[in-house]
């Protein structure tokens, strides 16, 4: 198990992820982010209609991957 750590960035505003989560692996974090982006998007979606999310994965290491979504309404 490794502490994995999910900092989302919307729309230029970043917040850091203080606490993380132990998750087993790579793939487990992928399935995490999915579903941060899914929630991300909605509230996105609901408040402002558009926008950018990103989140940026780290471990202890430093930086694994991230992921970017972008989402309008139109």
């Keep these: 198990m490794a502490r994995y750590y999910f ?3 919307e729309n230029g505003r970043e917040l850091v992820d203080d606490y993380g989560d132990e998750l087993s692996s790579d793939d ?3 399935r995490h982010v999915r579903q941060l982006l899914a ?3 909605k509230s996105l ?3 402002k209609g558009a926008g950018e999310i990103i989140v940026k994965v780290r471990d202890a290491s430093g930086s694994r991957f991230h992921a ?3 989402v309008s309404l139109e």
């Design 68 to 70: 970017k979504l972008s």
């Design 28 to 30: 487990e974090a992928k």
């Design 39 to 41: 929630e991300q998007a």
């Design 45 to 47: 979606l609901r408040n």
């Design 7 to 9: 900092d989302i960035v």
